[in-house]
């Protein structure tokens, strides 16, 4: 099994920044892809961003250009660099790991409150 954490949520005006954190611990050897997803009152969850063990990093459209995943293997981590933060980016942030793809079924997180304010 694995198990994944999240946090750094939190507070932020609109444009400013926010560093989220994912931990995974348990089997993580077998763990291929972490992304993250965000799911806004009354709406679906939504895929954000995902990094391979290569390091190989995909981002969605509304996020491109402002949001920075990267990995630290050692801490088995994975990092959510928000930068120019938009009221539209408030959302509760999970955290799921992947054997394979973000496809894949996978291990889900608790979830991290994000809230930007105007």
């Known amino acids: 099994q694995v198990q994944v954490v999240e946090s750094g949520g939190g507070l932020v005006q609109a444009g400013g920044s926010l560093t989220l954190s994912c931990a995974a611990s348990?089997?993580?050897?077998?763990?291929?892809?972490i992304g993250w997803y965000r799911q806004a009152p009354g709406k679906t969850r939504d895929w954000v961003a995902d990094?391979?063990?290569?390091?190989?990093?995909n981002y969605a459209d509304s996020v491109k250009g402002r949001f920075t995943i990267s990995r630290d293997n050692a801490k088995n981590t994975v990092y959510l660099q928000m930068n120019s933060l938009k009221l539209e980016d408030t959302a509760v942030y999970y955290c799921?790991?992947?054997?394979?793809?973000?496809?894949?079924?996978?291990?889900w997180g608790q979830g991290t409150q994000v809230t930007v304010s105007a």
């Open positions: 799921k790991a992947s054997h394979y793809n973000r496809y894949s079924v996978g291990y």
């Open positions: 348990g089997r993580t050897s077998s763990i291929n892809v």
């Open positions: 990094i391979n063990s290569g390091s190989s990093a």
